[in-house]
């Protein structure tokens, strides 16, 4: 049974710094490509950024919003994925949800929600200006 859980959550001012991790189990984690989707109160859920498999390239993608700011990686052998978020703004304010995908995409299309099988339950991230 394949498993997500996010965690690294909370509050912080802008400016200020998060690392969130997303531990998995259930699938062999390092042949799926990783998403970190966000969705703010009243908006929808959108791609934050993703990591192809290292089967393919291990190659990552951003939003245009985040670029430069966060930064996406995983721990094969501790099947994790993580999301290193600086200089936070108001705007980061969101549930983030880390997701994963069996299927070989494009790198190009790895920032849509429909591309994903599996989801956790997301973690909140709140910045205070």
């Known amino acids: 049974q394949v498993q997500l859980v996010e965690s690294g959550g909370g509050s912080v001012q802008s400016g200020g710094a998060l690392r969130l991790s997303c531990a998995t189990s259930g699938y062999t984690y390092s042949t799926y490509s990783m998403g970190w989707f966000r969705q703010a109160p009243g908006k929808e859920r959108e791609g934050v950024a993703a990591?192809?498999?290292?089967?393919?390239?291990?190659?990552?993608v951003y939003a245009d919003s985040v670029k430069g700011r966060f930064t996406i990686s995983r721990d094969n052998a501790e099947n994790t994925l993580y999301l290193q978020m600086n200089n936070l703004k108001p705007e980061d304010t969101a549930v983030y949800y880390c997701?994963?995908?069996?299927?070989?995409?494009?790198?190009?299309?790895?920032?849509?929600?429909?591309?994903?099988?599996?989801w956790g339950q997301g973690t909140q991230v709140t910045v205070s200006s």
């Open positions: 997701a994963a995908t069996s299927t070989v995409w494009s790198w190009g299309i790895l920032l849509r929600l429909d591309k994903y099988n599996y």
């Open positions: 990591i192809n498999s290292d089967n393919i390239d291990g190659r990552p």
